[in-house]
Nanobody, 122 residues
Framework: VQLQASGGGLVQAGGSLRLSCAAS????????MGWFRQAPGKERDFVAR????????YYDDSVKGRFTMSRDNAKNTVYLQMNSLKPEDTAVYYC????????????????WGQGTLVTVSS
């Protein structure tokens, strides 16, 4: 499966962005999907993940209550709605697909998108 992330950009603190991750090559419903982010000079960190049907989501504590992950399997797309953005949210955001696991760890993910840059100014 190929993943294409989009929707990043420059936003002021307190603003909102919605990231999209479109899949091609295979139906998205086969995968647990995750969002990760990597700030300059730092490791890639977990942000959120969603179950195959979309009924269960998990969030990192740093984004809980501000970010919402969703999916539309009919459109083969997952989303990350980001509200109340903070400068520390600045990073390249990646979507990823986990074929067999629960998506609990970065190492479980089999396919990665190219990333989209989110910059939050203070």
């Amino acid at each position: 499966v190929q993943l294409q992330a989009s929707g990043g950009g420059l936003v002021q603190a307190g603003g909102s962005l919605r990231l999209s991750c479109a899949a091609s090559g295979r139906t998205l419903s086969a995968y647990v999907m995750g969002w990760f982010r990597q700030a300059p000079g730092k490791e890639r960190d977990f942000v959120a993940r969603i179950s195959r049907t979309g009924g269960i989501t998990y969030y990192d504590d740093s984004v809980k209550g501000r970010f919402t992950m969703s999916r539309d399997n009919a459109k083969n797309t997952v989303y990350l709605q980001m509200n109340s953005l903070k400068p520390e949210d600045t990073a390249v955001y990646y979507c990823a697909a986990d074929v067999n696991g629960l998506g609990a760890n970065l190492s479980e993910y089999d396919y990665w998108g190219q990333g989209t840059l989110v910059t939050v100014s203070s």
